[in-house]
């Protein structure tokens, strides 16, 4: 189990994930290190399963819980000059919930699976809610001007698309004397318009 954090920018404290690493060559790892890493994500929910060592952070520190798809060391140069100010990159599926017009906004909460929040089979366990909650950005750029200067808004409730861009904040509400992340916010690089999913239904039968 990997502490990452994850940078926003100069006026935002960095997103800290619990991250799963299945360490399947028996690699080894200095305490503290700088990685490129690929993961699957979710928002951190009370009693996901993260191993919390004596002294660690508190489970509601989190922002995130994910699986480590893959992970790239980082060289340092000799003289200590690297800066990981680099915001964390993420790409989104799913249904769009709601927009805002006046703002160029849209929220999605995308499902994903990562192993922190897998059902149980313990009797009376905790169902997790396994999502990614977003709002979605769209800058006033010169990319997307022609989009913004159109009457209807580019995105549409219920329209199901694959976003990609980079997360440069956080929603949060106060429990006690902590802040809970609720939902991240994307600044859009790129949106794809999808056709929803079709399930056809088997014309054999059960058992055969």
Same mark, same amino acid.
């Given at each position: ?8 920018? #100069? ?5 800290? @994930? @619990?991250? $799963?690493?299945?360490? /399947? ?9 700088? =990685? ?8 951190m929910? $009370? ?9 660690a952070?508190?489970?509601?520190? =989190?922002?995130?819980?994910?699986? *480590?798809? &893959?992970?790239?060391? %980082?060289? *340092? ?10 915001t ?21 909460? @995308? $499902?994903?699976?990562v ?22 950005? *769209?800058?006033? !750029?010169?990319?997307? &001007?022609?989009?913004?200067?159109? &009457?209807?808004? *580019?995105?549409?409730?219920?329209? =199901?698309?694959? %976003? ?16 809970? !992340? ?13 056709? =929803? #999913?079709? %399930? !056809?239904? /088997? ?6």
């Open positions: 189990m990997f502490d990452a954090q994850m940078y926003l920018g #100069p006026d935002s404290a960095p997103l800290l @994930a @619990a991250l $799963h690493f299945f360490n /399947s060559k028996s690699r080894t790892f200095d305490e503290m290190g700088f =990685y490129f890493v690929i993961t699957r994500i979710a928002k929910e $009370h009693g996901a399963q993260i191993a919390l060592s004596d002294g952070a508190d489970e509601m520190d =989190y922002d995130l819980v994910g699986d *480590i798809v &893959k992970l790239i060391p %980082v060289p *340092i140069p000799v003289d200590g000059s690297f800066q990981p100010t680099f964390p990159y993420v790409e989104i599926c799913g249904t769009v919930d709601s927009v805002d017009n006046l703002t160029c906004t849209f929220c999605i909460n @995308a $499902h994903q699976y192993v922190s929040l897998k059902p149980s089979d313990q009797p009376q366990s905790q169902n997790f809610q396994s999502l990614v909650p977003v709002e979605c950005v *769209i800058p006033s !750029t010169p990319r997307w &001007k022609k989009s913004l200067s159109r &009457k209807k808004f *580019i995105v549409q409730p219920r329209r =199901y698309v694959s %976003v990609s861009g980079s997360i440069t904040g956080r929603m949060t509400k106060k429990v006690g004397d902590k802040q809970l !992340t609720e939902c991240f916010r994307v600044e859009v690089d790129n949106i794809m318009f999808l056709r =929803y #999913p079709i %399930v !056809t239904s /088997s014309s054999t039968s059960p058992g055969m």
